[in-house]
């Protein structure tokens, strides 16, 4: 399926109208209407690569900038391909409170790099913020880390050959400039390991704790106000 611009049309709507996506402004998987469309016949002469329409969210009506690839021009239309880069991406979430500080640092910029598609530059936040995690932990830390990401790796079911590179970015010994490439697969399954590492190791044992002792609150003030009731 593609999407075609007509020189006096403007967008064949049908095919325009289903396309729906994770607003990067409200998080809703929501349809997304065209809202700024190029004018074809400025295409036709000028003939780019690459063209950007804007779409307004159905849930917030914010909107929301792609890029398409320029498919093929023709006498009177201009197809694009379906496919399309999401200028700004959603943010990625996570419980930062639980982390310590300097990890927090460190992941929030991993996250942000990989909201950006810049998914080697999130591999490298990574290495770090999974290293200064380890230091975190105390003595034992990474072991404790590398049992959490290989139960993980068991749940999720991911293949030896597929998760190497994760490893080697996660527990590599070598230099930072000997990490391995990753294309947008691999950084989408490095980005579950580290949320689900970081909630094993951190934001579990943080909710815990303080879940109990919210408990234990109660349990003393009931106890307190029995006793002087009695
Ligand atoms: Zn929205």
Do not use: W
């Amino acid at each position: 399926m593609s999407i075609v611009l007509n020189k006096d049309q403007g967008v064949e709507s049908e095919l325009v109208e289903r396309l729906g996506l994770e607003c990067p402004y409200c998080g809703v998987y929501a349809h997304m209407s065209p809202q700024s469309v190029p004018d074809a016949a400025a295409l036709l002469r000028d003939k780019p690569k690459h063209v950007g329409l804007v779409y307004q969210c159905d849930a917030c009506h914010a909107p929301v900038f792609l890029r398409f690839t320029v498919r093929e021009y023709s006498d009177n239309r201009v197809e694009l391909l379906r496919n399309f880069i999401e200028l700004e991406r959603p943010k990625e979430k996570f419980a930062f409170s639980y982390l310590p500080k300097h990890t927090e640092v460190m992941f929030r910029e991993a996250l942000s790099c990989y909201s950006q598609n810049n998914f080697n530059a999130f591999a490298s936040m990574c290495r770090r913020a999974a290293k200064s995690s380890f230091s975190a932990l105390g003595e034992g830390g990474k072991l404790r880390a590398f049992e959490e990401v290989m139960a993980a790796q068991d749940i999720a079911g991911i293949d030896d050959e597929t998760f190497a590179p994760i490893k080697a970015v996660l527990f590599g010994s070598g230099q930072e400039e000997d990490l391995p490439l990753l294309n947008r697969s691999q950084a989408g399954i490095l980005l579950e390991i580290m949320k689900d590492m970081f909630y094993q190791c951190f934001v579990r044992h943080g909710k815990l704790t303080r879940a109990i002792k919210v408990r234990r609150f109660f349990v003393t003030e009931e106890n307190n106000s029995s006793l002087q009731s009695a």
